[in-house]
Nanobody
Framework: QVQLVESGGGLVQAGGSLRLSCVAS????????IAWYRQGPGKERELVAS???????NYADSVKGRFTILRDNGENTASLQMNSLKPEDTAVYYC??????????????WGQGTQVTVSS
């Protein structure tokens, strides 16, 4: 059983910062890619940032230069540092992991989400 738990969401004023964390636990052998997605009110879920096992990163154009994704392979954790937040960043943020379990099975998992609200 694999579980992803996010934390760090909250209410912040425009221009402020938040740091989201994702902890993966359970029968995990290795994690290929960890990503952050978000879903704003009335919008579809979209990719915000991802980081692969070799450290290569990918960002949505809307967050480039403002958000930074990091991972700690030894701890099976990832974070998303969000700076210069804008009201349009308001969304539920989800952690997603593409991983191999201890049984060498590849699987994909979502966290429960954490709310980020940016006030103008």
């Amino acid at each position: 059983q694999v579980q992803l738990v996010e934390s760090g969401g909250g209410l912040v004023q425009a221009g402020g910062s938040l740091r989201l964390s994702c902890v993966a636990s359970g029968s995990i052998f290795s994690i290929n890619t960890i990503a952050w997605y978000r879903q704003g009110p009335g919008k579809e879920r979209e990719l915000v940032a991802s980081i692969s096992s070799d450290g290569s990163t990918n960002y949505a154009d809307s967050v480039k230069g403002r958000f930074t994704i990091l991972r700690d392979n030894g701890e099976n954790t990832a974070s998303l540092q969000m700076n210069s937040l804008k009201p349009e960043d308001t969304a539920v943020y989800y952690c997603h992991a593409d991983l191999y379990t201890d049984y060498a099975l590849r699987s994909w998992h979502w966290g429960q989400g954490t709310q980020v609200t940016v006030s103008s």
